[in-house]
């Protein structure tokens, strides 16, 4: 089968390679050269591209498969584009991190057209060429269905986890690492949750490698203590120096805990011990966002996922005219002294 | 009515002063010499000091009543050498900031002498002079209540609230603004969750403020956005420019969240209306993480007093290490460019 | 100068009584005959009613000033209505509950009309009538000051509260209790601010009494405990019978916490000290939501606020989901006995 | 080498089968009989056990290694009782769930009769026997030391996971997955965190899926809505039907979120899909709240660990006073009607 794909970055050239290994071809359209000729040096026959939109349409068989693989706030326009050129039959995909919104209001504009449109949302990062990647899918399902060679291609494979105990028989599609969710949106929509998740995943390993990381307070000189805060009432539960990075790979076996996201974290625990690589501003990249907002539309409670965000926040400074705030009532209504800017 | 004060700071004086004013006398230990001869001067006959412990005691017309005000690193050991002093029959006060555990073990270590001890949580901080300290009280019923000509006097009286629909005749304690809240230890924990609700409620308004100062951010250039967030999606929502200052003046006077520290905050606001003073490092005094303390032993969910400990304890950078925690793993899964330390 | 009131309800009649109180007149509309019936009966020359809205605008002197107070759901549609019947230079105020967005279109939307549109965020509840309505204004100025005479009407007036610490002079409009925020809008964001800032507080009391509540854990039969979880370790520290009502009457006067709130709950404390009335279920009402929302745009930290929101989508059952996955992961990995559903 | 086990329930009786595989040998005490006969059965010659404590301490070679691993509530006495029959040079191991108080005070007190103390934190659940088990322990180096071989049984191996890139040569004992992780109370102290990242991590699923399940409220009849909160602004944004036990499925291969947990989470919902067998009574059993205990003692920020502890909380109905106290504030400042008991 062929597929289509705008945008040749390392997301969009590692998915084209993954289906070329597995007997698709694929055409690409990238405005920077250098990265179709290297593809095309690297795959063949099965690969070919164009730095112009109308000559990569013109290449693709019919009912054409264009799916985009661009940074979020340039893929509305893109798709926009693309769609002039298309016909009836053909397919969209936007493989990016839309918001799921956008997701909806675009299949509604392309329907008139005959142009069908799917969202797909992408999880696997730097390491998705060699473990796949996971594909949350938003479409309609004979969309989706006619996809599902391309889509069982770029999917990890029942092989890459013991299977599901009491489930036997022909993997389901969730089992190969691919899963139709849903019409228009709920692609993204679940993909949208996924990182929620991670956000929230992430921000516990970080909190508990702290309370490691500071176990030794009840060693340390008492200055900071004595002005800012109440002294320890039991320094001696805090004399451990405690070898995080290596607390962080005894984790990775027959621990409750062992997650890919643990083993990142040991690996980048043993590469920079100390983290001084690292200036402790997080950022965030809308998902985590979208995440909290849909819970609060819901009315779903979700205070580990909004804290894990809001520490992203405080990480950035955000927090800081609060803080100057709070000091304020405490020197108003106790007198007390409050730290002036350094 | 006598009352023997251990310690002429602030709060011990203003508490002298209040009981000398309705006619009661004092005497006061402390040994700075210059606070004794000034409240001397200050109040005359009914009240005489020492810097000696021993006279201090001698002074007193038994039982005596010993009120000890000192901060609580010091408390603990000030107490053991007045208990020396003293006889069965006499009062000892602690009204300082004491963990409640602590007047447990002290009423259960002076029982045997036949000394009386009361625990009081004090409110009021730097105005409690004009607006009268309210007093949370822990101790034997009678101690407590052959304590009541001072309490009463100490507290703020009826008069300083409207009386609650519904309240009539003569008014309780509670009302005069002083209660006996349970044995040893109960006015120290009811005054130590007093706090609790405090470092929430500031919290509250702190947040709150700093959307509002932040109302802006569709106006600003849009470089840090880029960088490490997700666009605005709605630029056009953030474009007010509020007078933060003004917002707090206004809402005391008619809203449901005005409040005596909606009033510090608007006169702080008022002094120092961009907070240019405080450097955003917020202390802690020991009563917000005793209360989530208490809360977690009774498995009463407490998520917004804990937020609130928790945010000043980020505010003095103790965040940062879990930060660089997630920029590492942002790294490593995504290949995200994280930023290194400035 | 007149008014003219859509809405008759609690808060229109209200907000009419105070401005004829003051020597103004007022026009109302409200489909119920009854309630126009009887105001006029009230306030006699000084009010005119009609269940019709093209009389009720017949009614008015130009320029006209028309304010919407009715339920925030048909606010759009009435608005619209009564923008048919208006001519450029009149206004239309809406008083009650709207979303800020809707503010700026509406503005928007008018303006080729000449219609002026001013957005009042109005606190004060059911007090409102004796206490004053705390006004937050957005609108162009010119307009907002043309209404300033109603506005100082409708606000508490300056003499409600003490005076913050270094205003002197005239008072600014802040301090009678009513204050132009910004443009379109800006009314509407600074009151959901406030509601968001009151979520928190009411949190954080509630929260902190809830602990008061249960401070008697120690004394209880360990059956709850040994079942679902780790026997106390000190039950010798939570052994009090806290009378909290009493408590929310002590911290009224001379505390820290001392509130509006804290007088309304202690007074509800007093009519029903155990609560029985209430099931326990909060609703939410829209502005909490937004508050977050805003801040989730801004990139500001609010974990207080968030924790006050999912507190009340949690009492209305909404976690149950989420908390029978997580006794589901108890029971695969550590054999945990979970409980089945009552 | 030879091990001797106080407690023979599933964890106790794990560990010596791992032992006995690998070639070493076991005694064991446990009350009930039936225990020992049967695992003499089973493990013939390695093993051998007695229901006396002080026959199992005569059968032990010296220096005698004892592993005590009971219930953390029994563990205390046990570990008096054995100690009194053992010699200077013995050795006793902690297996299960103290507090690491625990362990530094019963080190100091074993210190002076010669015995070691060693504690060791340990996680695998049921599947330990399988996977092994991730030790993390705290005591003398030389002692820990001495043990290692039987660590090192017990432990998974460096096999069951790919090794950290850059790890190279010969693997530490953390890549087998047991660490020395300081002095007493150091192992117990490294598993309390891990099980506090655990509440944190199964939070952040539980609240995800959640989430995804309450994805149709667009759908739904807005009776609930209309009455408590208010109605959807984007109803058509929430109309999908998401099947969560496919979801949790498709995430376990090729996603960042993959893990152990969710591995577990997969298959309960294959099981139960819609979690019927469960309440939604969470418990908890100490180290959660350990955890957060730590981390406020130590000044740690950890808002994603204590929201997941208080989660539990709220789930076995310990916010329905603050909620009640809530319903209670609403009715008095807005004459909201708030919900009566069911």
Redesign the interface.
Known sequence: MQLGMIGLG?MGANIVRRIVRDGHSAVGYERRAEHITELSAELGASFQGSTELEKFVGMLDTPRVVWVMIP??ATGAVIESVAELLEPGDIIIDGGNS???ED?RRAKDLEPKGIHYVDIGT??????LI??????IGGEAETVAHLDPLLRSI????D???R????TGTP????????H???A??GH??KM???????????????????????N?GNQDDTEHS????????P????????VP??A????????????????????????PN????????????EG?W??????????????????????????G???????????????????H?????
């Open positions: 390392r979020a706030g918001r799921y919104h909806i999880s696997g990062g730097v390491f998705g473990r796949g990647y996971c594909l949350m999917a990890p494979g029942v890459t986890a013991p599901t105990p009491g489930r389901s599609t969730a089992e190969q690492g691919y899963l969710c849903g019409p949106g709920a929509f679940v949750v996924h990182n929620g998740i991670e956000y929230g995943a992430m921000a516990a390993y970080a909190e508990g490698l702290n309370i490691l990381h500071q176990a307070v002005a800012e805060v109440t002294p320890l009432e039991h001696e539960f805090y004399r451990y120096d405690i070898d290596e607390v790979e005894v984790w990775r076996r027959g621990s409750v805990v062992a997650s890919w996201l643990l083993d990142l974290t040991a690996a980048e625990l043993y590469a920079d983290l001084d690589s690292f200036g402790g501003r997080v950022s965030d990249s809308g966002r995440t909290v907002d849909a819970a609060i539309d819901e009315g779903v409670p979700t205070p580990v996922l909004a804290a894990a965000l809001f520490g992203r926040f405080a990480s950035r955000n927090a800081v005219y609060a803080d100057k705030m709070l000091s304020a009532m405490r020197q108003a209504f106790g007198g007390h409050e730290l002036p800017p350094a």
